[in-house]
């Protein structure tokens, strides 16, 4: 088969700063909760290149039988010439498999009325098994017997869609098709365009799977008019998605093409791809030795590794030293074990850290695992997650960044999904070596759709509260709050904790000084480590970020006057921007409506405000949006900004005296 591939160029295109995203639930969910993250990370790509993948669906929503679900490969052909569409059916598929069901798949009749300049490709769904004749002789022409049939058929496939690619693809001045994706219970679509068009294009919102994963292209070098060479790239039952570039591109194509394996696409992520089928799927490695294969563990990290893992690691590092993929990069794999059952979402680092990521993991009644380039988008998919099944939480148990190569953990870490005793499916996250990855058990949620209510039993809460708030000592008021309930929300069940914050926010109402004293001690809860049993962490926030929201929602209104410290404004009235007058101080800014970047990012306003002679910034309800604090200029001592909520890129980029505070995660 490599004999008859044409001679092709070397990777000719660059990738920058992508956008990488993907979560794993214990119960199908449906796409809009990709479509979520995927426009929150809208700028980490430039419209060259969208793609989604998902694994685990509902049978009855594809129209076939369970046993049809779990045991067919699901052939995904872009067309983009969809006059070859009988040809390649009559020609490498009719004559091959057993077809099941074949369906063009649905699509938005006009492109254009969702911005998109390119015409996605028609895609042809077939659901197949490999005729038993043509799997015998085909075992046979080959030598496969020491394969098991299963094993055969997978090799069967592959080779099939490389002969589909190679024909009409890769030979091709003007391509005319391409194998997206050939795994059982699995998809990967990918246009020319943006990730959250190819869910609005193919009408994915109301499609449920148990994973979903998205990438937001940007290459940096090259022309891209067809949707080949975007992410994810299929290797048989994965998709994989890539942010970074290997430094190694040639390096890894000879060592592919040695081994039978030729990229078609021109992209390192293409590679990737084929190192895990390979390695994966024909050298049957254990995913903890393809991870070292992937990112090898070296120098101090290798040195603390146990004896036996220093040889077998010496020994796999010495084997792969032209393979592994060198420069920046960061994978996350969307995969359905089919032999063991369980479908899984991976996460590997690269062992320089050279690419941002972020991991979450959130257990209850339904359980949700995630990994992204940016806790934002972690942000958006649980936000988005609650709004369809309240059961979810929009903020995770449990947040994590991994360091590549890591003695500790590897750097890597798996979801896997399986089915347990009740019959339904669990979620189970380990790291690289196989340990186990938990949030606190047997801790409460707090219920915040219950309304509150007292109890003859809050009286000392309320007491001690009243206490706290007649003392007219202002300097430290705050952090005597934060005490105060740091200390008993041991005693305190979910409805205590709830009435204990609801009765501090109602006297943030009365004035400035206590609405001040408040928001000190429920930001100092938010964010410091502590005890908070038996509440979960997670929950303690969820029900402290309503409150501050809350709280800053209530500041007078820039359009008036009011001899408040606080001023509100938010997108609809940010015409009426204006300088400081009569006590006001503090410029309070809803960003949630604001866009991301360009003149009507809130950072551009902040800028505006400071102009005008605001000092002091308290901006919340944060959605990603990029550049808080750049553009001052020099010389800023004595500004002040406190950020709440999900905050983007380039936070206090070159800031010059300034104060940033970031009361949430500012990773990147």
Not at 185 to 200: D, P, S, T
Request: charge should be negative; aromatic fraction near 10%.
């Amino acid at each position: 088969m490599i004999s008859r591939v044409p001679s092709l160029a070397p990777n000719t295109e660059e990738e920058g700063g992508c956008g990488v995203t993907g979560f794993i639930c214990s119960i199908p969910v449906t796409g809009k909760n990709i479509f979520e993250p995927s426009v929150q990370m809208h700028n980490r790509g430039n419209g060259k290149g969208g793609g989604i993948g998902a694994v685990g669906f509902v049978p009855e929503a594809l129209g076939v039988s369970r046993q049809v679900l779990d045991e067919d490969y699901m052939l995904h052909i872009a067309l983009l010439d969809a006059s070859v569409a009988e040809e390649i059916e009559n020609t490498y598929i009719k004559p091959h498999f057993r077809i099941d069901k074949a369906e063009k798949m649905e699509t938005l009749d006009d492109y254009r009325s969702i911005g998109l300049d390119v015409r996605p490709p028609d895609v042809m769904r077939y659901f197949v098994r490999v005729k038993d004749d043509v799997l015998d002789k085909f075992i046979a022409d080959n030598g496969f017997t020491s394969l098991d049939r299963r094993e055969a058929e997978d090799e069967f496939v592959y080779q099939n869609s490389f002969k589909i690619n190679t024909h009409y693809y890769a030979s091709l001045g003007e391509k005319k098709a391409f194998v997206m994706s050939h795994g059982r219970n699995m998809m990967i679509l990918k246009i020319v365009g943006y990730a959250e068009n190819v869910v609005r294009y193919y009408k994915l919102a109301d499609f449920k799977a148990h994973v979903w994963l998205a990438h937001q292209r940007y290459p940096t070098r090259g022309r891209v008019w067809h949707p080949g060479g975007c992410h994810p790239f299929s290797a048989l039952n994965e998709a994989l998605v890539h942010n970074g570039d290997f430094a190694n591109y040639q390096s890894v194509f000879e060592y592919l093409r040695q081994r039978n394996y030729h990229p078609l696409f021109l992209t390192d992520t293409e590679e990737a791809a084929l190192l895990l089928d390979l390695w994966n799927r024909v050298y049957k490695y254990p995913l903890e030795y393809l991870i070292e294969a992937m990112a090898p563990t070296t120098e101090m990290d290798f040195d603390l590794l146990p004896k036996e893992k220093q040889e077998i690691y010496k020994s796999i590092q010495a084997h792969h030293v032209n393979s592994s993929p060198d420069g920046p990069w960061f994978f996350i794999i969307a995969r359905n074990d089919a032999k063991t059952e369980q479908f899984q979402l991976i996460g590997i680092t690269d062992t320089a850290m050279l690419r941002p990521q972020v991991f979450a993991l959130q257990e209850g009644d339904v359980q949700v695992g995630l990994i992204c380039s940016e806790k934002q988008a972690i942000d958006a998919t649980l936000i988005s997650l609650e709004r369809e099944d309240p059961r979810f939480r929009p903020i995770a148990d449990k947040y994590w960044n991994a360091r590549g190569g890591s003695h500790a953990d590897g750097g890597a870490f798996i979801f896997s999904l399986k089915k347990g005793q009740n019959g339904g499916m669990e979620l189970f996250c380990f790291d690289k070596f196989g340990k186990g990855i938990q949030t606190p058990r047997n801790q409460v949620i707090c219920d915040v759709s219950k309304p509150i209510a007292q109890k003859p039993d809050y009286q000392p809460i309320v007491d001690s509260l009243r206490d706290l708030f007649a003392d007219k000592e202002t300097d430290g008021a705050g952090e005597k709050l934060y005490s105060y309930v740091k200390e008993a929300i041991g005693g305190f069940d979910a409805e205590k904790l709830r009435f204990c914050i609801e009765t501090m926010k109602a006297y943030a109402d009365q004035n400035d000084d206590y609405k001040q004293r408040v928001l000190d001690a429920l930001t100092f809860l938010n964010d410091r480590r502590f005890n908070t049993n038996p509440i979960k962490r997670g929950s303690l926030q969820h029900v402290l970020k309503i409150a501050i929201d809350a709280i800053l929602a209530t500041s007078p209104p820039i359009t008036g006057s009011s001899p408040s410290r606080f001023s509100h404004i938010d997108f609809a009235s940010r015409g009426s921007l204006r300088a400081p007058q009569n006590n006001e101080t503090t410029l309070v800014i809803d960003a949630e409506h604001f866009e991301p970047e360009g003149e009507d990012c809130d950072a551009v306003m902040i800028v505006k405000a400071y102009k005008l002679g605001w000092k002091r910034f308290i901006v919340y309800k944060y959605r990603g949006q990029r550049f808080t604090g750049c553009g001052f200029g020099p010389a800023t001592r004595g500004v002040r900004i406190d950020v709440y909520g999900a905050s983007g890129d380039y936070l206090a980029s070159g800031i010059d005296g300034m104060e940033i505070y970031v009361h949430g995660n500012a990773q990147d």
